[in-house]
Nanobody, 123 residues
């Protein structure tokens, strides 16, 4: 499975961005796709996840009500719609995929990773 992330950029606080992660390869075997982020000097943290077949979603408390993860079935793409962005949302965002896992919020459970896309929120 290959993942290609896109959509990062610079936005003012309160603004919106949409990240996309296109999956290719053995996408029929995917179980979960997720987004993580890593700010400078901090550990990578979970943002959101979506089960591939049932589209069940999970969010970190810090983004609930502001971010929405969704799937474009026709293009095997997962989107992360980010609204009401805050400076503390600034980070490199990574999409990830797993064929099976125990915890959707644990990065070591994901086998496949896309390249990061930088999100910068100015105050």
């Amino acid at each position: 499975v290959q993942l290609q992330a896109s959509g990062g950029g610079l936005v003012q606080a309160g603004g919106s961005l949409r990240l996309s992660c296109a999956a290719s390869g053995r996408t029929f075997s995917l179980y979960v796709m997720g987004w993580f982020r890593q700010a400078p000097g901090k550990e990578r943290e979970f943002v959101a996840a979506l089960t591939w077949s049932w589209e069940t979603t999970t969010y970190a408390d810090s983004v609930k009500g502001r971010f929405t993860i969704s799937r474009d079935n026709a293009e095997d793409t997962v989107h992360l719609q980010m609204s009401d962005l805050k400076p503390e949302d600034s980070a490199v965002y990574y999409c990830a995929a797993a064929l099976g896992l125990e915890r959707v919020d644990r990065d070591r459970d994901y086998k496949y990773w896309g390249q990061g896309t930088l999100v910068t929120v100015s105050s």
